[in-house]
């Protein structure tokens, strides 16, 4: 079946830090990737998506690139800032069917100013 | 723009009693999808509604059941509640058109406490 799978958290860096949030996937065929973002209180805020292999995400100064050999969609930042903390989701969705997302289980990030 | 929006905020629960969570599409949307995300997980996909019908369901038994309404709002049922219903629900919108679906749209989430 499909799934996502992150790195541990939570994550705890320094302002200005680089980010780095694994995320591994398994699924048929060739899903369309995805990180969300969730601020405390808040619904989940799609940050940046990728279609397919080799694809580019980016927003905000977070990237992550659609690697089909490694079956990876690692998020990065180059620069944290104390506003970056949040819940970061990695998901994947089929290209048919309903539009079901599968998420990974989250990783909290805190970044201290 | 009106985003999508839930009712209530909070509820709490005893086991074995019955819930009704709505939502509200973001303007335009057609298409609703429900999630259920427990402490500390990510969110787990419980069905979507296209055309007041359900056209995908996740892995929950039958006693979560949905209503889609003419105007695209929502209702999230739960019978008989188990203490591990006890998470945020989390509804999202989206628009499907030309045999794909746009961006989904996530509402703030209902907290479901089963006591």
């Known amino acids: 079946g499909n799934s996502v799978t992150q790195m541990e958290g939570p994550v705890t860096l320094s302002e200005e830090a680089f980010l780095t949030i694994n995320c591994t996937y398994t699924?048929?065929?060739?899903?369309?990737l995805f990180w969300y973002v969730q601020y405390p209180g808040e619904g989940l805020q799609l940050l940046l998506k990728?279609?397919?292999?080799?694809d580019k995400g980016s927003n905000k100064g977070f990237e992550a690139t659609y690697r089909k050999e490694t079956t990876s969609f690692h998020l990065e930042k180059g620069s944290v800032q104390v506003s970056d903390s949040a819940v970061y989701f990695c998901a994947l969705k089929r290209i048919q069917g309903a539009q079901k997302l599968v998420f990974g289980q989250g990783t909290r990030l805190t970044i201290n100013p | 723009e009106t985003g999508v929006t839930q009712s209530p905020t909070h509820l709490i629960k005893t086991r074995g009693q019955q819930v009704t969570l709505r939502c509200s599409s973001q303007s335009g949307h057609n298409t609703v999808s429900w999630y259920q995300q427990a402490l500390g997980q990510g969110p787990q996909f419980i069905f979507q509604?296209?055309?007041?019908?359900?056209?995908g369901r996740g892995n929950f038994p039958p006693r979560f059941s949905g209503l889609q309404f003419p105007n695209y709002s929502s209702e999230l049922n739960v019978n008989a509640l188990e203490l591990d219903d006890s998470a945020l629900y989390l509804c999202a919108s989206s628009l499907y058109s030309g045999g794909s679906y746009n961006e989904q749209f996530f509402g703030p989430g209902t907290r479901l406490t089963v006591l």
């Open positions: 990728a279609t397919k292999a080799d």
């Open positions: 699924a048929t065929g060739y899903p369309s």
């Open positions: 509604y296209y055309r007041e019908e359900e056209n």
